[in-house]
């Protein structure tokens, strides 16, 4: 998982790249450039939100053994896939996390399939 100072470094590099290319369409480079950045705002923005909302597949990458609350959904036991909840995930005797470690603060039983982080700042 990319964190959000490597998210940004990706995206000013693309930036960078998009004003180097001047736009022979303007008159000057200035106006290249500020058409440039007018342009991306809106994609740069979109993925900013898409990189803070996405869920992470529990086959991909666990989240790190703590008692922090984050966004959990799976499968229920009545085999509903994709239910919503809140959780964490507890130490496991060598302290490194597994599928097995999540509780559900609502005390349902479900498999674990994606996770987020709750960002609250």
Not at 35 to 56: C, L, M, P, Y
Not at 76 to 97: A, F, M, Q, V
């Amino acid at each position: 998982m990319k964190t959000i100072e490597e998210a940004i470094e990706e995206i000013k590099e693309n930036l960078i790249i998009l004003c180097e290319s001047p736009n022979y369409e303007e008159d000057n480079y200035a106006a290249g450039y500020i058409a440039a950045i007018d342009e991306k705002t809106s994609e740069i923005f979109k993925a900013g939100v898409e990189f803070a909302e996405r869920w992470i597949s529990v086959d991909d990458e666990l989240p790190s053994c703590s008692y922090e609350d984050i966004l959990i959904k799976g499968i229920d036991l009545e085999g509903r896939n994709d239910i919503p909840d809140i959780g964490y995930t507890h130490s496991s005797s060598n302290n490194i996390p597994n599928k097995e470690n999540f509780i559900s603060l609502s005390g349902e039983i479900m498999e674990v399939t994606h996770w987020r982080l709750i960002n609250i700042k």
